[in-house]
């Protein structure tokens, strides 16, 4: 059965470093999303994407963030400079398509810890 | 702004015994569906089921169903006849009709002892 992937699985940086989270998605779907989990947190959505542009957001990705789908298979997260509070795992999805009726396929995760 | 609510943050069941996992939500919205995802250890969250508002009928996949109360904002999780296999951590989660967007529990660790 077809997979979302995401490498690596835990990548260490220092703070004020740029880092780029990679998610492959289901090849034949069409929406991507990103989430992250801080330890003992909820998973929160971050943001949602679709023909290469951003369809919805939240308040948390702001101008550190942003997504990539570089090229026919990948879809990257970027930090542009990494805070401690950058410290969570990070989950990949896709979709078929968006909305509700529609299940969101999650990958592994990246556990990203800033030092 | 949506909030689901799980107020057990791990529960423990005997193998071919029955779980129930709570969860609460808030919206001022109508239409929405609502989710269970499972997480087992070191694995991917894989979709248990799936809940549409205006389906008064509590959906059922095997041995794991929900008990939904629209009007109690209230959407538990039962799994009958539980297998060692189920032992994970159980989110429940909340989207508006149309929208793209998951909005989680903080999520139950069901163990389940042989």
């Known amino acids: 059965e077809p997979e979302v992937t995401q490498t690596p699985s835990h990548q260490v940086t220092q703070m004020g470093q740029e880092v780029i989270l990679r998610c492959v998605p289901i090849?034949?779907?069409?929406?991507f999303y990103w989430y992250r989990q801080i330890l003992g947190q909820k998973v929160e959505f971050l943001v949602s994407?679709?023909?290469?542009?951003?369809?919805?957001k939240s308040e948390i990705f702001d101008d550190q963030f942003s997504v990539e789908r570089p090229d026919g298979s990948n879809f990257t997260l970027k930090i542009r400079s990494t805070k401690l509070e950058d410290s969570a795992m990070y989950f990949c999805?896709?979709?078929?398509?968006?909305?509700?009726?529609?299940?969101?396929?999650f990958g592994p995760g990246t556990r990203l810890t800033v030092t | 702004a949506q909030t689901v609510t799980q107020s057990q943050p791990e529960m423990s069941v005997q193998e071919a015994e029955t779980v129930t996992l709570s969860c609460t939500y808030d919206?001022?919205?109508?239409?929405?569906?609502l989710f269970w995802y499972k997480q087992p250890p070191s694995r991917q969250m894989i979709l248990v089921i799936r809940?549409?508002?205006?389906?008064?009928q509590n959906a059922t996949e095997n041995r794991f169903s929900v008990n939904f109360q629209k009007a109690a904002k209230s959407f538990s999780l039962k799994i009958s006849d539980s297998q060692l296999g189920d032992t994970a951590m159980y989110f429940c989660?909340?989207?508006?009709?149309?929208?793209?967007?998951?909005?989680f529990g903080a999520g139950t660790t069901v163990t389940v002892r042989a």
């Open positions: 090849s034949n779907h069409l929406y």
């Open positions: 919206t001022s919205e109508n239409n929405y569906y």
């Open positions: 994407f679709y023909n290469n542009e951003i369809s919805e």
């Open positions: 989660a909340f989207m508006i009709t149309n929208d793209y967007k998951l909005s």
């Open positions: 999805a896709s979709s078929l398509t968006g909305g509700s009726s529609y299940e969101q396929y």
């Open positions: 809940q549409e508002a205006y389906k008064q």
